[in-house]
């Protein structure tokens, strides 16, 4: 941390700033410059802050050097991290591989659902996503299937051999959800739902944190920091699009996230270009400019008759659609340095 004193600070000023750091067991560096001194702070950040320095007389700025977010944070831990979901089959999401995901955006009926996942099968997709409990903006919209949509999700699993994910929207519901699933998906009007964000994070199952889609990149690393805290370091990142002034798309793809978040956080990022965008035909655009940024996968929606969707119709892909892109994908990652995650699956 480092203290700023204005340029009118007395000598006086700069010793009340040293003694409070001092009291704390901290060590404070002073260094005199032409119109300003600036004291360095050496010791335990979180008492420096109990210390409110900037009311302090004579102190301009306070500036934090250090991330406030430690444990996924690369201060700590440089080498970027590999999440592996699943029981038996485990697929890594991480730096080394390109993970495709796909799957309804919600579950409607035992039959939809397969459909959809012999889709992301056919199309070389290692997870498969797909709502039981959806968050939904009308009270009046489809809710989900709720603990049905659940079971209908395991059933899938163990049909095509695709670990699930799936989003949680209630603490209470976490336990039920992490008997059935794979992943737990904390969605974007969730991401600062700190109760939910902790019981996540004591679940035991990998998590999937979207981006709040008007929280910066520091708020959302810290919601992740939240799920470390609990223990669970399993999280991946998921770059979903933020809200812009700009209506022609359903939100606006923040594609710089990714390296910015790359380069701060050692948590796998992958890109969701359906919610993005909101349309179909900007998947398989978004989905190549994701992967040339450098994000470690993708999670589309896939419906085997899209009209009839009972959510987000406008913005899945039909099976030969979703072909398409994963064909479309498929030939970037060979030449980014990466494999398919397919071929570096690991019995767990
Ligand atoms: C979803 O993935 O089904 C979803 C609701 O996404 P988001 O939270 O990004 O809107
Ligand atoms: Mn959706």
Redesign the pocket.
């Known amino acids: 941390m480092v203290v700023v004193m204005s340029p009118d600070a007395t000598d006086e000023d700069v010793a009340a700033v040293v003694a409070r750091v001092e009291a704390v067991g901290g060590e404070a560096n002073v260094s005199k410059g032409v119109t300003r001194t600036i004291i360095g702070l050496v010791g335990d950040i979180e008492s420096f802050h109990h210390l409110n320095l900037r009311t302090l007389r004579g102190v301009a700025d306070v500036h934090r050097i250090s991330d406030p977010y430690k444990l996924v944070s690369r201060q700590h831990h440089p080498d970027r991290s590999t999440v592996w979901v699943g029981t038996g089959r485990q697929v890594p999401i991480g730096p080394d591989t390109f993970t495709l995901i796909a799957g309804p955006?919600?579950v409607e009926t035992p039959s939809q659902t397969l459909d959809a996942a012999q889709m992301a099968v056919a199309a070389g997709a290692t997870l498969l996503?797909g709502?039981a409990f959806?968050?939904r903006t009308s009270p009046y919209a489809f809710q989900g299937l709720g603990v049905r949509g659940l079971e209908i999700l395991a059933d899938v699993r163990e049909a095509t051999g695709l670990p699930v994910v799936t989003?949680v929207v209630d603490s209470r519901d976490v336990a039920v959800v992490a008997e059935h699933a794979d992943m737990l998906?904390v969605?974007?009007?969730n991401m600062a739902n700190f109760g939910l964000l902790e019981a996540v994070g004591a679940a035991g199952k990998p998590v999937l944190l979207?981006r709040g889609?008007t929280a910066t990149i520091e708020e959302w690393l810290m919601a992740a920091e939240y799920i470390a805290r609990r223990g669970n370091l399993d999280v991946v990142l998921?770059e979903?699009?933020i809200r812009t002034f700009e209506p022609s798309t359903r939100n606006t793809l923040d594609i710089s996230a990714i390296p910015v978040v790359q380069a701060t956080s050692h948590l796998p990022v992958i890109v969701?270009p359906s919610?993005a965008a909101g349309r179909k035909d900007l998947v398989v655009p978004l989905a190549r400019a994701a992967m040339g940024v450098g994000a470690d996968g993708v999670?589309v929606?896939v419906h085997p008759d899209p009209e009839s969707a009972l959510?987000?119709g406008p913005q899945a892909l039909l099976g030969s659609e979703l072909r398409e892109l994963a064909s479309a994908v498929r030939r970037l990652p060979a030449a980014l340095g990466r494999v398919d995650a397919s071929e570096r699956a690991r019995e767990g």
């Open positions: 955006c919600a996503r709502g959806k968050p989003e998906q969605g974007t009007r979207k889609m998921c979903r699009g969701d919610h999670i929606d959510c987000d």
